[in-house]
């Protein structure tokens, strides 16, 4: 078994153990409307969401002059991602996360990023 397997295996049982911890989320981006270049007209608009679970680590808010938000770091499995700068939000429960200007850690098994909340 390649360690990559073995790692991948272990991080499985891991995120089992968060249980209540990880919490069902969704990652959507933008619609994206293909387009035909035949006909010069848009062909379909496409909507990207996926589910996965993302254990929401800490919640620090900060201030500057003009505004006070909240951010939160979040761990998502690479696996479950992909690239997470194709997306632009991140809905947990009611909470929506703007996943702009994200400050990502990612070790190819887990990734670490930075939110801002809606």
């Known amino acids: 078994m390649s360690?990559?397997?073995?790692?991948?295996?272990?991080l499985e049982v891991a995120w089992k153990q968060f249980k209540d911890l990880a919490v069902l989320a969704t990652l959507t981006k933008k619609p994206v409307a293909t387009f035909d270049f035949s006909t010069g007209q848009n062909i379909a608009t496409v909507d990207t969401a996926i589910s996965l679970k993302v254990?929401?680590?800490?919640?620090?808010?900060?201030?500057?002059?003009e505004t006070t938000s909240t951010q939160v770091s979040c761990i998502f499995k690479t696996k479950d991602t992909g690239d997470l700068g194709l997306y632009d939000e991140l809905l947990v429960g009611t909470t929506k996360y703007r996943l702009s200007n994200?400050?990502?850690?990612?070790?190819?098994?887990?990734?670490?990023a930075d939110l801002e909340k809606l």
């Open 102 to 112: 994200l400050v990502v850690v990612n070790n190819s098994f887990i990734v670490t």
């Open 55 to 65: 254990v929401i680590l800490e919640a620090k808010s900060s201030k500057n002059s």
């Open 3 to 10: 360690l990559r397997n073995t790692i991948n295996k272990s």
